[in-house]
């Protein structure tokens, strides 16, 4: 675990939050456990973001290939005819 360094900062937290911490603080200090849960919700926001973005990719691709199969197909429909004939 990272050595922490002490900056002076206020935030207001609400009382439930600081009854959980309370509560799920073990033999660590709360600000240990603050600063835990923070990482944690950076990580979970930092990967939502991810799956947004690679969703949008992937979506935009998407139509990209359907044109691109489509032509595909098409083209492969008329050599198969060609060779029949």
Do not use: P, W
Request: aromatic share 8%; glycine share 2%.
């Amino acid at each position: 675990m990272r050595k922490a360094t002490r900056f002076s900062k206020s935030f207001t937290i609400d009382r439930s939050i600081l009854d959980y911490l309370q509560r799920t603080r073990s033999n660590r200090s709360r600000s240990e456990r603050v600063n835990e849960l923070l990482r944690r919700a950076i990580l979970d926001e930092q990967y939502e973001a991810l799956e947004r973005e690679a969703a949008e990719f992937f979506a935009a691709a998407g139509e990209t290939e359907r044109a691109e199969r489509k032509a595909f197909a098409t083209a492969s429909h008329r050599a198969i005819t060609r060779e029949d004939e």
